[in-house]
């Protein structure tokens, strides 16, 4: 019986996982703090239900190691170029500023030492990559600009996890005068390894993969796959160095080989199941008890983190040029500590870094930051409209247009709201046609390429009254709103009708609740740039089977009104 004692750990740790999943996916929470809350109430401190503590570490360390080998697969350098000075700048500069705050407000506020505030610095400068892309999908803000920001920050932190990983046992095992030294030593070793890793990622890698993928195997090739991982894993733990420091060193190196999508996919279905038992074991190691005895320092901790992530964050974003609106959005949407937080805490743990009573103190608030992110966004949803509404008032009265003012449609110019892809398309459009038109972004770098190219724009949140005010709505012949933030289009309608209720609105959209909400506000025509791809394609099949033009429009048209 008692060699079945892992089995049943782990056929009840999923079992749990998946009932906490449940509730928080109905609940329309992140599902990773459902695992987390299931894990508090099954955990030793609560009923109990899982006690083989052994085995559940071992889970989530594997999960640990399969999740920073796919941030490795997944990692590309072109990401962090694409989102601009922001993403790479910005992001590095998050990082270094919230490790400073942190660690002076450990330093001095929680009167922790050195070493203690330092992790605890380092800790706090990460963000949960999952909860925030989860939020982010089911907001419709992947596209967003505070949702690129956002999404080019983690990238970044998720990078940091590997020199921190690296940093961290050097800070157990040497001391202040030394630890410099310790470091380079450990760069030294990691350098070596990435050089040997490269060598073989480039002439025995895509040999060996090609060999297995000719057998035409699933199973030979995941097998091999989890062999290169823990492989790496091993080579970096005897080198002194973090193992999941080689589990996302072979991950970034298979990223360059043309078996990188194969493997991804092999191995992202065994990466959720053992990630989410990291998850739960994380709920099992907080006890209840302790939180309620330590609630005032806890309620501290999270108030410090809470202030600090949220002033960083707001500080760089505003500092790029971003608006208000952005950087309340992307300091709300990521003030929380990320998954690899539990990791770098238990690592100082199983150091003598953390004592039991701190690593009491720091877990709880790092399940609690999670599980306020929803809530914190939901009351930005609420609060930030109301405020800008009361601030804008005199504006819109001001702004508003008396009926002499409104003239003939056509003689007016076009306002584009949003001058991403689908806003310069259609300004190129317009170009062609000889028709003016008048440019409203919230992104700096958007901006400053329609001011090289001499358009006319203005830079602001088209979605607030002071910004729109200065547009010439009344004297404008449509609107065009084609940013993909589904908030940010129904204020940009709202305020825009209020200042001329007259006015011509185009907009794009996502899901069929928001066209039915912006159809009610008077917006005259709604696209959706997916659904319109899709009838493109539709066309196009048609025409390759050889049916005629006045046949294909009308099937076409049938399909639309069908959809509609």
Not at 172 to 199: D, P, Q, Y
Not at 225 to 243: A, E, F, N, P, W
Not at 428 to 434: E, I, M, V
């Amino acid at each position: 019986m008692t060699s079945l004692a892992p089995i049943i750990s782990l056929s009840i740790l999923l079992a749990i996982a998946l009932a906490g999943g449940m509730i928080a996916h109905r609940l329309r929470q992140p599902i990773v703090i459902g695992y987390i809350l299931i894990g508090i109430l099954a955990g030793p401190h609560a009923l109990g239900w899982v006690k083989d503590s052994a085995t559940v570490e071992m889970a989530a360390s594997f999960g640990v190691a399969l999740l920073m080998f796919t941030v490795g697969l997944e990692t590309s350098f072109t990401q962090l170029r694409d989102v601009g000075r922001v993403g790479l700048w910005g992001g590095l500069l998050q990082i270094i500023l919230t490790i400073i705050l942190g660690t002076l407000s450990a330093l001095f506020i929680f009167r922790w030492s050195l070493q203690q505030s330092i992790i605890f610095g380092l800790i706090i400068s990460l963000s949960s990559t999952a909860i925030c892309l989860k939020i982010l999908m089911d907001r419709g803000e992947l596209s967003s600009v505070h949702g690129r920001i956002m999404i080019a920050m983690l990238i970044l932190q998720d990078l940091s996890v590997v020199i921190m990983m690296v940093a961290l046992p050097l800070m157990g095992n040497a001391g202040a005068g030394n630890i410099a030294m310790e470091l380079a030593l450990a760069l030294g070793k990691a350098l070596l390894f990435i050089g040997v890793s490269v060598v073989l990622g480039q002439w025995v890698l895509p040999w060996l993969l090609g060999d297995v993928g000719g057998v035409r195997s699933r199973e030979l090739f995941l097998l091999t796959v989890l062999v290169l991982c823990l492989g790496s894993m091993i080579g970096t733990y005897l080198m002194g160095l973090s193992m999941v420091f080689g589990a996302f060193l072979i991950g970034l190196i298979l990223r360059s080989t043309r078996f990188v999508h194969q493997a991804l996919a092999e191995i992202t279905p065994l990466r959720d199941i053992f990630a989410t038992l990291f998850f739960v074991s994380i709920g099992m190691m907080l006890d209840p008890g302790l939180l309620l005895i330590n609630w005032q320092e806890i309620l501290y901790v999270v108030i410090a983190i809470i202030i600090i992530k949220i002033a960083v964050v707001f500080s760089i974003v505003k500092a790029f040029g971003y608006t208000n609106r952005v950087a309340i959005y992307s300091s709300a949407g990521i003030f929380q500590i990320g998954e690899f937080g539990f990791v770098l805490a238990q690592g100082a743990l199983e150091q003598g870094i953390f004592t039991p009573a701190l690593n009491s103190v720091i877990l709880p608030s790092i399940v609690i930051t999670m599980i306020l992110t929803p809530f914190i966004i939901g009351a930005v949803d609420l609060l930030y409209p109301a405020v800008t509404s009361i601030t804008g008032k005199k504006a819109r009265e001001t702004a508003s247009c008396t009926v002499q003012d409104s003239p003939q449609a056509k003689q007016g110019h076009i306002i584009i709201a949003g001058y991403g892809r689908v806003g310069q398309n259609l300004a190129s459009g317009l170009d062609n046609a000889g028709i003016p038109y008048l440019v409203i972004d919230i992104d700096p770098d958007c901006v400053s390429g329609a001011k090289t190219c001499r358009l006319p724009n203005i830079y602001g949140d088209a979605s607030i009254i002071q910004v729109l005010s200065q547009a010439d709505l009344c004297n404008a012949a449509a609107l065009v709103v084609t940013f993909p933030d589904p908030r940010s289009v129904e204020a940009t309608v709202r305020n825009a009708l209020s200042i001329n209720p007259d006015l011509k609105i185009l907009a794009r959209f996502q899901r069929q609740h928001e066209a039915q909400k912006l159809a009610k506000l008077g917006v005259i025509e709604l696209v959706n740039p997916e659904v319109e791809a899709g009838f493109k394609l539709f066309k196009l099949v048609l025409k390759i089977t050889g049916m005629e033009k006045e046949q294909r429009t009308a099937l076409v048209d049938a399909v639309r009104r069908s959809i509609e």
